[in-house]
């Protein structure tokens, strides 16, 4: 491996544990109602938010109420996106007086994906979408559908941490908070950064230039910036250009290669310390920031030993040139692609700056497996810890098992009703990737869409409803699905794997508000002790294993063996 790569490395996770512990606590602040530095800016624009939306700011909601606004927010989210979709011939800052996004299935397929954080995109943006769908619609909504993760993640924490309450917050506060003392100030001051950097912002026409071969070529503009930080900042990652984070007025230099790493992480790795404040033990928090941190450092290095190493096939080829760097960026290498792959799939961002579809069969089944583990690997922004949260409830019930007595945790006890919505909130998004890829490997409809045959064929179809039901919403590559059945059936899976892992986290967080506090006994389990964070990290690759193994061994595993029998899809 390149020296360089190993220090990109180092400096990256090194950079990113220095801002996330601040972050975290200025999160912590922010859901506290702790005085910030922002607050003579933002305050008063808070209050005329609620008036203009007449929020009740002081009152309270209890799980039901939280979850009603929730869904009925979102639901409004998705209609709306689509009426602009639809609408957008007739709207302004559309200079190639681009129509309605059509066929009716692909414009629900969008708007639902953005809506739900997963930002999934079944077109072309330079050639489907306007400048003003991309800012009202797309834009708006990677804000919103990040601080919805963000504003239920907090009400669980709530939940954990408050002793004989009935209320976990208001749901339209905190999405407010989010929004304005969170995601603005960054975006704003991010955005500025990336354009000195050179990705564009601009509302021209698209411009026609002339190359040094004499060809005529089509360069697309667009207000990229200001998209370009939120995506990767809300773990959103979809690209203002069909290729990505690849595109040069995406991500032009490496420095921006790394600031977007930085933005995808840093608010997942921030809010376990926020989690820990908000708990009043900041143990709690760094347990759960150490599993998540030795799960990403184990499948890192799976990825980048089998990036390094490459495809035999080639290099038996003769061909000159590193074979690794095959499907990767040129500009960053395979560290910074495949540290780049690692992150996105670990977060819910799906940003991409290389080709997933190219990497090596186990380089490539990472990616896809930290999809699968329901990217509580840091995860999303909120979701990916509510997810954590899911399989610390579950930890603590097993080892309540071992010791023979009710489990505990933050001095509440956990009884059946909270293992029950933590086992559903792992298996709905399980069920519904293997059930989707199942029919879908099975049906014309399905692998009709499958540009490569045999075991490559079948990741391409898993990871594709992956990536839906993890929403992720990067791509493997291969598949075509601008279809019917896959614009419709993955934004139902996007659907269920966003709110079949919320409800029954906003669920946990009521039962679990009105629970007195137990005293800590003798059989009680330390929950901040670097055993139960090995615990937490081994039960989630536990049942990652049980519940996908035999999928990957039909996909990925198999396809890296047939490679080294000198056999290629």
């Known amino acids: 491996m390149n020296p360089r790569d190993i220090i990109q490395i180092l400096v990256y996770f090194v950079v990113l544990i220095i801002l996330a512990i601040p972050f975290g606590r200025f ?35 209890n799980w039901w109420e939280y979850t009603k606004a929730m869904l009925v927010f979102n639901v409004l989210g998705i209609v709306l996106l689509f009426l602009i979709q639809l609408l957008q011939g007739h709207l302004p800052f559309n200079p190639l007086h681009l129509g309605a996004v059509t066929p009716w299935h692909l414009n629900f397929n969008t708007s639902v994906s953005f809506v739900t954080n997963t930002d999934w995109q079944a077109y072309t943006p330079e050639t489907t979408v306007s400048y003003f769908t991309q800012m009202a619609g797309l834009t708006v909504q990677n804000f919103l559908s990040a601080a919805t993760g963000m504003a239920v993640l907090v009400a669980l924490i709530r939940g954990l941490a408050r002793r004989t309450a009935s209320t976990i917050g208001n749901y339209w506060v905190d999405l407010t908070r989010t929004v304005l003392w969170i995601f603005l100030p960054v975006a704003v001051v991010g955005a500025l950064v990336l354009v000195s950097q050179g990705v564009i912002q601009n509302f021209s026409p698209y411009l026609t230039v002339h190359t040094l071969e004499g060809a005529r070529q089509t360069l697309a503009m667009g207000p990229v910036a200001s998209q370009e930080i939120i995506k990767e900042l809300g773990t959103n990652g979809g690209g203002f250009f069909n290729a990505n984070s690849a595109h040069p007025f995406e991500n032009p230099t490496p420095l921006t290669n790394f600031l977007e790493m930085l933005a995808m992480l840093v608010i997942p790795a921030g809010l376990t310390f926020t989690y820990g404040h908000m708990v009043g033990n900041p143990k709690q928090g760094r347990v759960i920031f150490f599993a998540m941190l030795g799960l990403l450092i184990v499948l890192l290095a799976v990825a980048l030993a089998s990036e390094t190493a490459g495809n035999p096939l080639i290099r038996a080829l003769g061909v000159s040139g590193p074979s690794a760097m095959e499907g990767k960026e040129v500009r960053f290498g395979v560290g910074g692609s495949i540290l780049w792959a690692t992150i996105t799939t670990a977060t819910s961002t799906g940003a991409v700056n290389a080709m997933h579809d190219s990497l090596t069969p186990l380089g490539g089944m990472v990616p896809l497996l930290n999809i699968m583990l329901g990217e509580v690997v840091f995860g999303g922004v909120g979701t990916g810890l509510l997810g954590m949260l899911h399989f610390v409830i579950l930890t603590v019930f097993i080892v309540g098992l071992m010791v023979g007595r009710t489990p505990e945790y933050l001095g509440k006890k956990i009884e059946s009703f909270e293992t029950k919505m933590a086992t559903l909130a792992v298996l709905i998004p399980a069920a519904t990737i293997l059930l989707g890829a199942g029919l879908a490997a099975a049906i014309p409809a399905g692998t009709s869409s499958v540009l490569n045959h045999g075991p490559h064929g079948l990741s391409e179809i898993l990871y594709a409803w992956s990536s839906a039901t993890g929403n992720n919403g990067s791509a493997f590559a291969g598949l075509s699905a601008a279809t019917p059945f896959y614009d419709i059936g993955l934004a139902l899976a996007m659907l269920i794997g966003r709110f079949g892992v919320i409800i029954p986290g906003l669920a946990i967080a009521g039962s679990m508000v009105v629970k007195k506090s ?52």
């Open 518 to 569: 137990v005293p800590p006994g003798p059989g009680t389990f330390d929950t901040t002790s670097s055993l139960f964070s090995w615990l937490l990290a081994g039960v989630v690759m536990i049942v990652g294993a049980l519940t996908f193994f035999p999928a990957l061994a039909l996909g990925p595993i198999v396809e890296q063996l047939l490679m080294y029998a000198g056999k290629m899809f």
């Open 27 to 61: 999160m912590a602040k922010v859901y506290t109602g702790e005085p910030t530095w922002l607050d003579f800016l933002l305050r008063p624009l808070e209050r005329l938010t609620y008036r203009v939306a007449g929020v009740e700011a002081e009152r309270e909601m």
